[in-house]
């Protein structure tokens, strides 16, 4: 079964950068958009940003200007490079990605199981 696995977190302090990456563990046929969301305790998952498989993103305004999505096609793999870090960016970062596993089939939307970024003050 393909999964998301992703790479990078940890704890840096304010001001400060960090990198995350994601690819799928199995084979697949074809990403469509992939994308970065996180989520706080006792909040909902919310969109970072996002990125089209021609490279169109989108970003929360939280975060334009400090953080860059982008990937590569050739590598199934995602990136979220996180500059100026801010106590607030603090969370649980998800990976998704809305993938076909064959020629033909349907995409569905999977997840990775999320990593932690703390940003101290």
Do not use: H
């Not at 304010?14 to 996180?38: D, H, N, Q």
């Not at 989520?39 to 089209?52: S, Y």
Request: net charge positive.
């Amino acid at each position: 079964q393909v999964q998301l696995v992703e790479s990078g977190g940890g704890l840096v302090q304010a001001g400060g950068s960090l990198g995350l990456s994601c690819a799928p563990s199995g084979s697949i046929f074809e990403i469509k958009t992939m994308g970065w969301y996180r989520q706080v305790p006792g909040k909902q998952r919310a969109v970072v940003a996002l990125i089209t498989r021609n490279g169109a993103t989108s970003y929360a305004d939280s975060v334009k200007g400090r953080f860059t999505i982008s990937r590569d096609n050739v590598k199934n793999t995602v990136y979220l490079q996180m500059n100026s870090l801010k106590p607030d960016d603090t969370a649980v970062y998800y990976c998704n990605a809305i993938l076909s596993l064959t020629v033909g089939s349907t995409a569905y939307m999977y997840w990775g199981r999320g990593t932690q970024v703390t940003v101290s003050s």
